[in-house]
């Protein structure tokens, strides 16, 4: 089937602009998460959603960064008046909730803030 | 101290030899283990996943863990110039159904031919 799918996939924005990153998962998966991976670094855990409900969004570095998954699907990641620092890849990654816990990631959008 | 620690290398093997990378992790609650393949601007590939102390074999590939030294490692066997990537480790807990996962920042291996 189908794997995690994440758009767009590069991104350019001007420093203060917003952006909207969004993840659509593995059919199925309840567990959905959002990293932020700097280059030469491991994933970095922004947030986690259990369906539609934010379990944990204690990697949000700001209160600029906000997610949000309505409807227990599809993913969406947004970033208000961007920063140079947050130039970065973004993953989304989704998992079963029972079973293997096995996290799947999406190919990740690459944002540049200029 | 990191909650999971890689040697970020590079490390480097001629090809055909066997590579090991290595990876600790602080929370003893953990309870799963996953090894993953990242090459340069691609996203995280699983590899190998382990859940009980021992080995575990996937073709060219062995996961080792550990509990008590809280240690996980991953030998590549036969390396090959394809298996030139950064490995990352990541540690999961569930507790209730809540998952918390963390990665550390990865051993660059270089498989040279």
């Known amino acids: ?19 909207a990153l969004r993840c659509d998962p593995i059919s199925g998966h309840v567990s959905l998460f959002w990293y932020q991976q700097a280059l030469g670094q491991g994933p970095e855990f922004l947030t986690y959603f259990q369906n539609e409900a934010q379990l944990d969004k204690s990697g949000l570095p700001s209160d600029r960064f906000f997610a949000e998954r309505p409807e227990g699907s599809v993913s969406t990641l947004k970033i208000q008046r961007t920063q140079q620092e947050d ?22 959008t690459r944002l540049t803030v200029t | 101290q990191k909650e999971v620690e890689q040697n970020s290398g590079p490390l ?41 102390n021992g080995d575990k074999e996937d073709g060219r590939f062995t996961a080792q863990l550990n509990k008590a030294s809280q240690y996980v490692s991953l030998l590549i066997r036969d390396s090959q110039p394809s298996d030139s990537a950064t490995y990352l480790c990541a540690v999961k807990k569930v507790s209730g159904g809540y998952q918390k996962v963390t990665f550390g920042t990865g051993t660059k291996l270089q498989v040279i031919p």
Do not use: H
């Open chain 1, 1 to 19: 089937g189908a794997g995690v799918s994440q758009s767009p996939r590069y991104k350019v924005a001007k420093r203060g602009q917003d952006v």
């Open chain 1, 87 to 108: 130039s970065a890849v973004y993953l989304c990654a989704s998992s079963p909730v029972t079973g293997s816990y096995e996290q799947y990631f999406g190919p990740g």
């Open chain 2, 12 to 52: 480097s093997v001629p090809e055909g030899a066997i590579a090991s990378l290595n990876c600790t992790y602080s929370d003893r609650g953990s309870q799963s283990f996953f090894w993953y393949r990242q090459y340069s601007g691609k996203s995280p590939e699983l590899i190998m996943s382990i859940y009980s």
